[in-house]
């Protein structure tokens, strides 16, 4: 008994040691980005994969891509079409509970997001 009990304690011991926690910036996000036109709602969405999407106004919909997590911080970058303009965002930022403050640099310099998890 002692030893199907010491077995049992080392496939516990193992399982919880694979388990990998799910990053925190992982889920959907509701946020604001301050753009030089003003403030633009947008949806992200950052799959625990390393697959998401953003989605606003007048940029529609975009594939976000090279979404890397380390601890509370996500970096990622997405292409949109702004008006017949390709533009690339690149996204650096932190979450804390559920809100994600960060900012998207730009070739028109950078500006700040912030929201909250939907």
């Known amino acids: 008994m002692k030893k199907l009990l010491s077995g049992c304690a080392v496939v ?16 959907v996000w509701g946020v604001e ?12 969405t950052i799959n625990e ?12 919909e975009a594939p976000i891509s090279g979404i890397t997590f380390d601890g509370n911080t996500v970096v990622f970058e997405a292409e949109v079409d702004a008006q017949g303009t390709t533009l690339v965002l690149e996204f ?20 700040g997001v912030s929201g909250s998890r939907e």
């Open 12 to 27: 516990l011991l193992t399982l919880v040691a694979c388990a990998t926690p799910v990053p925190p910036a992982v889920g």
């Open 33 to 44: 980005m301050n753009t030089p036109l003003g403030a633009l709602p947008a949806t992200l």
């Open 49 to 60: 994969d390393g697959s998401g999407s953003m989605s606003a106004d007048g940029l529609g």
């Open 92 to 111: 650096s930022g932190t979450v804390d509970g559920d809100s994600l403050e960060g900012e998207f640099g730009s070739d028109f310099g950078a500006f």
